[in-house]
């Protein structure tokens, strides 16, 4: 059982910059990957960036093409937390923002993430 602490989240004006935290504790056996999804109202979760692996310091990175260039993933395998770094925030970025863990690798599916966290809330205002 893995459970994923997120931190981090707020609210920011366009234009500005957030950084959210994702640390998993329990067992995580071999390469643990994190992702980041997020959600609005009546829209299914969608996954913006992700790492391959949290407990070693060689993760590879995915971002979806909506925050490409603006948002930078990256770990500390001695914590095994995941950072989003999101800069350049945009008014459509608000949404309710998930990190997701598995053992099999990365995945923009939600449906193939097996732990979640709880949720952290980003609203960016004009």
């Known amino acids: 059982q893995v459970q994923l602490v997120e931190s981090g989240g707020g609210l920011v004006q366009a234009g500005g910059s957030l950084r959210l935290s994702c640390t998993a504790s329990g067992r995580t056996y071999g390469d643990y990957a994190i992702g980041w999804f997020r959600q609005v109202p009546g829209k299914e979760r969608e996954g913006v960036a992700c790492i391959s692996t949290v407990t070693d310091s060689d993760g590879q990175t995915y971002y979806s093409d909506s925050v490409k260039g603006r948002f930078t993933i990256s770990s500390d395998h001695t914590k095994k937390t995941a950072y989003l770094q999101m800069i350049s925030l945009k008014a459509e970025d608000t949404a309710v923002y998930y990190c997701?863990?598995?053992?099999?690798?990365?995945?923009?599916?939600?449906?193939?993430?097996?732990?979640w966290g709880k949720g952290s809330l980003v609203t960016v205002s004009l």
């Open positions: 997701a863990g598995s053992n099999l690798g990365c995945s923009f599916s939600q449906y193939s993430m097996s732990d």
